[in-house]
């Protein structure tokens, strides 16, 4: 059996597009909202969205859209890419660089690439009208590969010439940690000596307004109202788009090459709640048994982990469910970890936030903070005896556990460590 660490992170997000900046929004408890892009008319409940600066991925031609220059990005790969397939190039691209490797080491039978994302539906909506109102000859011949899931890996596959495992997963918002736990599994068990994780979302209209019908997103106008996990007034989350790309290496390869190492990625577990196709269990059942999965896998005793990156969505339902399994898990007295959300300040990421999470965990290990939940003003009465951070810490976690919870009830919790 092999460790596993991270050597190389990148974040296309709400609260920033590098490391740094991200790090910054953190430590500042600083948001990354703006108004949602779609107010046709005032029927339309969601006022706020996670946006992504220094991209303009609007028009249904990528050859309108703008990103940064830093990009090398050839037009015949554009071409077939969805806005958040166009996010994952260059988080990978970055998370590559960061991690000391070119294009050319990512290429070999040894690197592998694990995804996850919900496809483009405004891509495909589109498409299907076409096809529908225009005819088949008026439909793209890219309709298919543009927007349906699963189209990180066409693209990426392909633009980065990726020749070892390649996988994407659906599991609504637990997608990511999915891909996280498996592309562990793959180096650990020695079938690939590196992977490539990264979860994306479009995060517009068609991908995120559709939850408004489900009573999932919030309708305030305020942020520090609109996105306030654990708070007892919560009233939904708020959606975001964007994409975060991990570098996964055996411990043996990373220090062969002298690479930075953020973190050792210990252990994961997941486990279904077998209760509601929409719902989390409200006992947090499944939740339960993937963080006991996760700290058995990694011979990890519950109080040891110092920051638990919560799920936390501000819905009432998961919330509610979460903190329940937190509970359930972290009984004894001496198990007292901080906890906080950070989609308080970067919004539902849905497929990508998993990823995301983990990029934020080990930058926290690594940058030596622990992120604070944002935006809670009456604390809801179930977690006044959590240990649930207002403000964020100047001490990094030495183990840090990442929950994610997706529809039907699968939960996926990640576990990682101060590398020593």
Not at 10 to 25: C, L, P, Q, W
Not at 173 to 196: N, P, T, V
Not at 268 to 297: K, T
Request: glycine share 10%; hydrophobic share 35%.
């Amino acid at each position: 059996m092999h460790r596993v660490v991270v050597t190389g992170l990148g974040f296309i997000s709400s609260i920033g597009n590098s490391k740094s900046a991200v790090a910054d929004s953190l430590r500042q408890l600083k948001h990354g909202f703006g108004p949602f892009p779609a107010r046709e008319n005032e029927s339309v409940p969601v006022k706020l969205i996670g946006t992504i600066k220094e991209f303009d991925t609007t028009s249904s031609d990528s050859d309108d859209w703008s990103y940064p220059d830093r990009y090398p990005i050839k037009r015949a790969h554009r071409k077939t890419m969805a806005p958040h397939v166009l996010y994952s190039h260059c988080a990978a691209l970055d998370a590559i660089t960061d991690a000391g490797l070119s294009l050319e080491e990512i290429s070999n039978p040894d690197t592998g690439l694990y995804s996850a994302s919900a496809g483009s539906p405004g891509l495909q909506s589109e498409q299907m009208y076409i096809l529908n109102h225009k005819g088949l000859k008026k439909t793209s011949p890219f309709a298919v590969v543009t927007s349906t899931v699963g189209t990180i890996n066409f693209n990426l596959c392909a633009s980065l010439k990726i020749k070892g495992s390649v996988c994407g997963m659906a599991s609504a918002c637990a997608s990511a940690a999915h891909s996280m736990g498996f592309a562990h599994d793959e180096i650990r068990l020695g079938r690939q000596k590196r992977m490539l994780v990264i979860g994306a979302e479009d995060g517009n209209r068609e991908s995120v307004l559709p939850f408004a019908v489900m009573r999932a997103l919030s309708g305030k106008e305020n942020p520090e109202e609109a996105s306030c996990p654990f708070d007892r007034k919560r009233s939904g989350f708020v959606g975001t788009g964007g994409a975060t790309a991990l570098i996964l290496e055996s411990a043996e390869e990373a220090e062969a090459r002298g690479a930075r190492i953020y973190a050792e990625f210990t252990s994961w577990g997941q486990a279904g709640d077998g209760f509601n196709p929409a719902m989390s269990h409200p006992e947090g059942v499944g939740l339960i048994r993937a963080m006991e999965n996760a700290l058995s896998a990694g011979e990890i005793s519950c109080d040891s982990i110092d920051y638990i990156n919560a799920h936390g969505t501000s819905t009432q339902v998961g919330d509610l469910s979460e903190i329940r399994a937190i509970k359930a898990v972290f009984s004894d007295k001496s198990a007292k970890p901080a906890i906080s959300s950070t989609k308080a300040l970067t919004g539902h990421g849905l497929s990508l936030a998993g990823a995301l999470e983990a990029g934020i965990c080990c930058l926290a290990i690594h940058e030596g903070f622990t992120p604070g939940s944002a935006h809670i003003t009456e604390i809801d009465p179930e977690a006044e005896d959590l240990n649930i951070l207002r403000e964020t810490a100047s001490y990094g976690p030495a183990l840090a556990l990442s929950n994610s919870s997706g529809f039907g009830g699968a939960n996926v919790s990640l576990i990682f460590k101060k590398n020593s």
